[in-house]
C-alpha cells in the first residue's frame, strides 16, 4: 500500500493562511474517509478534519477549529485540501492525512507529515 504524502506546511505568523495538501492513492481513494490530524510535541495526535472520499462527502472538523478551516475534496488532483485561515500558535504542529476504511473505525495508513509554525 502506498501512503499518503502531506505538503503544503510552513511557517506563517498568528492570522496568517496554509493550504496543506494530502496526495490520494489507491489506497486513499478506496477508503471511507480521509482525515487530517495533527501533533504537537508533548501531545498526543488529535482530530482536525475528516471527509468522505466520495463527491459531496460530509465534512467533519473538530470543536477547535471554530470556522477557521475547510476541508475538501480535489478530484481533479487527486487530492484532499485543507485551508487553513485565522492560524494561531496553538495550531502549531505535525499535520498528517490519515484514512479511514469504514464509518466507525480509527483512521490509520498515516503519512510522513508536514510541520505547521505559527509565530506570536
Known amino acids: 500500500q502506498v501512503q499518503p504524502e502531506e505538503s503544503g506546511g510552513g511557517l506563517v505568523q498568528v492570522g496568517g493562511s496554509l493550504r496543506l495538501s494530502c496526495r490520494a492513492s489507491g489506497r486513499t481513494f478506496g477508503a471511507y474517509a480521509t482525515g487530517w490530524y495533527r501533533q504537537a510535541p508533548g501531545k498526543e495526535r488529535e482530530f482536525v478534519a475528516a471527509?468522505?472520499?466520495?463527491?459531496?462527502?460530509?465534512?467533519y472538523y473538530a470543536d477547535f477549529v471554530n470556522g477557521r478551516f475547510i476541508i475538501s475534496n480535489d478530484n481533479a488532483e487527486n487530492t484532499v485540501d485543507l485551508q487553513m485561515n485565522s492560524l494561531i500558535p496553538e495550531d502549531t504542529g505535525v499535520y498528517y492525512c490519515?484514512?479511514?476504511?469504514?464509518?466507525?473505525?480509527?483512521?490509520?495508513?498515516w503519512g510522513q507529515g508536514t510541520q505547521v509554525t505559527v509565530s506570536s
Open positions: 471527509i468522505n472520499n466520495w463527491p459531496g462527502g460530509n465534512t
Open positions: 490519515g484514512t479511514q476504511q469504514r464509518a466507525g473505525t480509527p483512521f490509520g495508513s
